[in-house]
């Protein structure tokens, strides 16, 4: 059963909103299915909420990780939330694709501004949201007012200042620090993750537990260099090269080459290492 809800202010917003860095094209679902695919062990392991639980998802984006949220808990009701609509079009035909029997409310609104009841959920679950808001805290706290007392709020984030490869390349580098540096320009911080906790506990959660979740892919790991190396973080990095370019922080050739150096990661020889940062807390 599906159906979708939506709020004014949702209404009034733009289809496409501006501070999300790597934009919303075909390409980019592309690389958030790949991604969700190849870490769905690693980022959903110990997730799992039991049947009948109200669950929020906050900043569902084109369903990647609904899929497999709603696969780690059968049963569950689950609300849906993203401030893109075409976002949302794409997560209900996925779901429909993997979950058809699964229990979705599609909520078309920001995430500040929801339109439910105090502690309506017994749950939320958000992965790769906080790192495009401008100020995560009142984030946090907005999803905190329809969390229940002694629920839980299980939040994931990448930190790109983690990525460790082998061969070492200043070019590559500098690639990477200008994907940082343009989500910070749009009021982003690619270097989130690792303040979970401080954020979590300004926000007034309670028992706020941060676990790193971390890759590793060399030859031994052909899936991981294939679905995460090259086809999650490669393609990231590369799909910014437009926006690099046009606020003046490279050249093309600079740009180009950093990024060639940089798939040397995915190539026999190369090494790649990125930590993602899982924390759960409790709305006390």
Do not use: N
């Not at 980019?28 to 639980?53: I, V």
């Amino acid at each position: 059963m599906t159906t979708e809800t939506s709020t004014p202010a949702a209404a009034a917003a733009p289809e496409h909103p501006g501070d999300y860095v790597h934009g919303y094209s075909r390409t980019e679902a592309r690389r958030l299915g790949d991604q969700a695919d190849t870490l769905a062990e690693l980022l959903h392991a110990g997730t799992a909420y039991p049947a009948g639980s109200q669950v929020l998802e906050a900043g569902c984006g084109v369903g990647a990780q609904t899929v497999h949220l709603l696969a780690a808990s059968p049963g569950v009701r689950l609300t849906a939330a993203d401030l893109s609509a075409d976002s949302l079009a794409l997560a209900r035909t996925r779901v429909a694709a993997q979950a058809p029997a699964a229990d979705v409310i599609w909520h078309h609104g920001d995430l500040h501004r929801l339109p439910f009841p105090d502690g309506s959920f017994d749950h939320v679950f958000l992965c790769f949201v906080l790192e495009h808001l401008p100020d995560p805290t009142a984030g946090l706290a907005a999803l905190r007012r329809v969390l229940r007392p002694g629920g839980t709020i299980t939040v994931i984030e990448g930190d790109h200042g983690s990525a460790l490869f082998h061969p070492e390349s200043p070019a590559a580098r500098r690639t990477v620090d200008h994907l940082v540096r343009l989500q910070a320009r749009a009021g982003g911080d690619g270097l989130l993750g690792r303040r979970l906790q401080p954020l979590l506990t300004a926000a007034g959660f309670a028992r706020v537990s941060v676990r790193p979740r971390t890759v590793y892919a060399d030859d031994s790991r052909p899936a991981l260099v294939e679905g995460f190396t090259r086809r999650t973080f490669v393609a990231m990095v590369e799909a910014v090269r437009a926006e690099a370019l046009a606020a003046g922080l490279t050249t093309p050739e600079d740009f180009d080459r950093g990024v060639t150096e940089l798939r040397r990661a995915a190539e026999p020889g190369g090494t790649f290492h990125y930590t993602f940062f899982k924390a759960v807390a409790v709305r006390p």
